[in-house]
């Protein structure tokens, strides 16, 4: 098992940046904006050939008691509790502060391994600022840059030797299990995607809150269900474009866009209060764009079940919405009661199936031969459209191809028809289907 180092200061001090650097890609979202990180933020570094949990933390208020303030609190000093060594970072231009020596006070009360990074020192003549700290009375300060990379090795050298970890090759290896899918909760803000991340890993993983926009970071957690291991990512809510201010929420935005880029399958939420809105179709439609599997999610049903609305209705009228939404599984859910939610996962393994559903070229020809049949596709400019021979060529979604004499003069119109005759036949429940015409040699 790999250690855990938990990165932590005040807000603004350049945690994330740090937690960047040291991971070696841009994981968390870096701005000037204070309190950008909210939830644990976890990701793998690799350091001279060590292997180590990073967590990148929101920033300590220690006077903050009330609302989100206190609930990010809670998610750093979780992340303390769990951590085998924490780096405390400082801002060296702004100096050792009040709130500084009451963070420090409260971690030398946890009894772990503390190393104190007075971040922003990237020049000689700033270097006299790091003084302003020598009353921590530690040796275990360091000067570092986590913008340039200044010092930074010199931390992580200590880290790694406190932590006692073993010489690479002695350390016993253990394989992590390849996800069996990549599973993205996206939607708009406030539609319950941390509570429904909650509610399936039984943890309070990600922060939940009234406020719209909690979540600002895309959060990858590996979880087990039935003998097969998923990779859940909460991401932020995603609004119209149109609404989205630079800065961390653009950035966030970005990182969930993301999120559905690298997923399997999206778990697309909609707020069964307000019913769909063009921006959830926008974003289903982004999905099957991205070519990705998707289910849509109708949350907080029990604030609905006094009413006279009836799932039957409410699917009916969603099938109506979109062209692909006949196609895909709607499930009625409370992520805050855990009603319907048990119904998720074997969801999800169907959808997977079909995503990576692969036809025999014998039984996708004849039932191609048998759409044409029943309406064979327009001529045009006087020439016969002709179908040779079709075969798939991928999965992850299913790629077909259809080899003809004319390609170009297939509408789309036919190529809808052709693409409900082949669901008709074999599914793909919840799976985009890519069709590809080309012309035979």
């Not at 500084?100 to 922003?120: C, G, Q, T, Y």
């Not at 600022?129 to 010092?151: C, K």
């Not at 429904?196 to 809150?209: F, I, K, S, W």
């Not at 907080?300 to 062209?323: C, M, P």
Request: glycine share 6%.
């Amino acid at each position: 098992m790999s250690s855990t180092v938990a990165i932590v200061g005040r807000p603004n001090v350049g945690k994330s940046t740090l937690f960047n650097r040291i991971v070696g890609r841009k994981t968390a979202i870096v701005d000037d904006e204070p309190g950008v990180t909210r939830d644990r933020i976890i990701s793998t570094a690799e350091w001279n050939n060590h292997t180590i949990t990073l967590v990148d933390t929101g920033g300590l208020v220690p006077t903050g008691k009330r609302g989100l303030i206190a609930l990010i609190q809670a998610q750093t000093k979780r992340a303390i509790q769990e951590a085998d060594a924490i780096i405390c970072v400082f801002d060296g231009r702004e100096g050792f502060v009040a709130a500084d020596a009451e963070i420090v006070r409260m971690l030398r009360k946890a009894n772990k391994p503390v190393f104190f990074a007075v971040n922003k020192i990237d020049t000689k003549r700033l270097e006299e600022l790091v003084r302003d700290f020598y009353p921590l009375g530690t040796q275990s300060l360091f000067p570092i840059s986590a913008e340039s990379g200044t010092g930074v090795i010199e931390l992580m050298e200590e880290v790694i030797k406190e932590l006692h970890m073993e010489e690479p090759g002695q350390q016993a290896v253990k394989g992590v299990e390849k996800p069996f899918a990549r599973v993205s909760i996206v939607g708009r803000p406030n539609v319950g995607k941390s509570t429904l991340l909650n509610r399936l890993l039984g943890d309070e993983r990600a922060l939940v809150d009234e406020a719209p926009g909690t979540t600002r970071d895309s959060l990858d957690t590996l979880m087990q269900n039935g003998g097969r291991t998923y990779l859940l990512i909460d991401t932020a809510g995603i609004r119209r474009k149109s609404r989205v201010k630079r800065g961390a929420e653009f950035y966030s935005v970005r990182r969930a866009f993301q999120a559905i880029g690298r997923s399997d399958i999206s778990l697309l939420l909609i707020d069964a209060i307000e019913g769909p809105t063009s921006q959830d179709l926008r974003l289903l439609s982004h999905i099957f764009s991205e070519r990705k599997a998707c289910a849509l999610i109708v949350n907080k049903w029990d604030a609905l079940k006094g009413s006279r609305t009836n799932q039957k209705e409410i699917v009916s009228f969603l099938r109506r919405k979109h062209r692909i939404l006949p196609y895909i599984p709607i499930l009625f859910i409370s992520a805050l009661t855990g009603e319907g939610v048990q119904e998720l996962f074997p969801t999800i393994e169907r959808i997977i199936e079909e995503y990576r559903k692969r036809i025999t070229t014998s039984v996708l020809n004849t039932a191609i031969e048998n759409a044409v049949k029943a309406s064979p596709p327009p001529s045009s400019r006087g020439r016969r459209v002709r179908f040779y021979y079709s075969t798939q060529i991928s999965s992850a979604p299913p790629n077909l191809v259809v080899f003809t004499n004319y390609p170009e003069a297939i509408p789309e119109s036919y190529c809808r028809y052709l693409e409900a005759s082949l669901r008709k036949k074999f599914l793909f429940t919840g799976t985009p289907l890519v069709l590809l015409f080309k012309r035979k040699k």
